[in-house]
Each structure stands twice: as structure tokens, then as C-alpha cells.
């Protein structure tokens, strides 16, 4: 099992740019949420993707897009782009089945916007 | 808004004791927590999780206490060893949100030798 893999590890963008990550869930997980985090903060929630549909979105701009496709994966989609977008970019893939369940990251996207 | 925070943002502990890291939350409609280990340059692994209708959870080397009277968490590592050193964070989370996970700023904890 490959766990929750994400792509690229590094990127560095100019400002105004746009930029796409990917995730591919742990397998047999339906739910991918992202996450962005700071340096020296904790992850904060981006939104959360399920059946192709944005089901929750956290506190942050139109800027930040998504997309879910059939196989559970996903993109997170950022336009033009602040120096403040610069983070860690974090995926985590989930079940639905029994309520709540653990939550399994990626290792991140480290985005670096100049 | 309601947030999880922690504590203390570092702790030391020597190699072999036990290390106990803290959590406080403030959502009281929160019921299920997960603590979290993040290593310099990776993603948060899963430690160990706790719902709101238990008040203890031990896994290997590791026990979670959950105290809802006073919205508190902790994380008790047994004989901590070297290979422990990282950012622990706790999230909660609550069954009507749709597991969006709400996490603290972290504890480094760090092991001497």
C-alpha cells in the first residue's frame, strides 16, 4: 500500500502564477482533504473533496480551487499566487465508512512562491 | 473561532523517561481527537486517537487522556527514545464537520541523549 502520495515535493513559483498539486488517496480511502501549513504553525484546512464535490471548505479565498476525478484523487489549484501562499501544502485521505476516522497525510508539497 | 492549542511549544525530556506533551481545546462539540507526529520535512503521521466517550487510550509506548470536564488532551510517551524527536500536534475534530480536522501549533519535543 502506498499511502497517500503527493506531487511534486518542491515547487517554486513567481508571484501571479498558477499553480496545480496532486494527491493520490491511500487506497480504499474516498475522502481527500488539503491542509496548508505554515512554517512553525499547524496545518490548517484548505476544504475536502468527496464524490467529486467540494463537501467543506475552510477559511481561505477563491483563489484556492479544487477538483476530485473518479479514481479519488485530486488537485488543489491555486491562482495568482502571494508571496504568503508559501507552505507546506499537506493531502490527507480518509473513509467514510463508521463516522469518524483517521485522518492519513501525504508528505507535502513544499510550495515557495518568489 | 474555536481552536485547539497546546501548552508548551518545546519540551526536553532525557532518553528513557517519559515524555507527557499537552493539548486544550475549546470546541465542546468536538468527539474525536488524534494526536500527531510530524518529522523536520514530512507530513503528520497518526499516532494515536481517542473518541469523546472514552477517557483513555493506550497504543505502543503511547497513551492518550482525555479529560472533557476541563477540554484537555494528553500525550503520554513511555521510555522516550531518540527516534521521538519531532512536532507532536493534537486535532480534533467533530462529527458535523465532516472530519475537517482543526490542529494546534505544535509541541517540539526533543530527546537528549
Known amino acids: 500500500d502506498a499511502g497517500v502520495t503527493q506531487s511534486p515535493t518542491h515547487l517554486i513559483k513567481t508571484r501571479g502564477q498558477q499553480v496545480t498539486l496532486r494527491c493520490s488517496p491511500k487506497?480504499?480511502?474516498?475522502?481527500v482533504s488539503w491542509y496548508q501549513q505554515a512554517l512553525g504553525q499547524g496545518p490548517q484546512f484548505i476544504f475536502q473533496y468527496y464524490e467529486e464535490e467540494e463537501r467543506q471548505r475552510g477559511n481561505f479565498p477563491d483563489r484556492f480551487s479544487g477538483h476530485q476525478f473518479p479514481n479519488y484523487s485530486s488537485e488543489l489549484n491555486v491562482n495568482a499566487l502571494l508571496l504568503g501562499d508559501s507552505a507546506l501544502y499537506l493531502c490527507?485521505?480518509?473513509?467514510?465508512?463508521?463516522?469518524?476516522?483517521?485522518?492519513?497525510f501525504g508528505q507535502g508539497t513544499r510550495l515557495t512562491v518568489v | 473561532g474555536e481552536s485547539v492549542g497546546l501548552h508548551l511549544p518545546t519540551l526536553s525530556v532525557q532518553e528513557g523517561d517519559n515524555s507527557i506533551i499537552n493539548c486544550a481545546y475549546s470546541n465542546s462539540a468536538s468527539d474525536y481527537f488524534i494526536w500527531y507526529k510530524q518529522e523536520s520535512g514530512k507530513g503528520p503521521q497518526f499516532i494515536i486517537d481517542i473518541r469523546s466517550n472514552m477517557d483513555k487510550r493506550q497504543g505502543q509506548r503511547v497513551t492518550v487522556l482525555l479529560n472533557k470536564t476541563v477540554k484537555h488532551l494528553s500525550l503520554q510517551i513511555a521510555a522516550t527514545q531518540p527516534g521521538d524527536s519531532a512536532v507532536y500536534f493534537c486535532?480534533?475534530?467533530?462529527?458535523?464537520?465532516?472530519?475537517?480536522?482543526?490542529f494546534g501549533s505544535g509541541t517540539q519535543l526533543t530527546v537528549l541523549p
Open positions: 487506497s480504499g480511502h474516498d475522502t
Open positions: 490527507a485521505s480518509s473513509g467514510l465508512t463508521g463516522g469518524n476516522t483517521e485522518a492519513f
Open positions: 486535532a480534533e475534530n467533530f462529527s458535523g464537520s465532516a472530519r475537517q480536522l482543526t
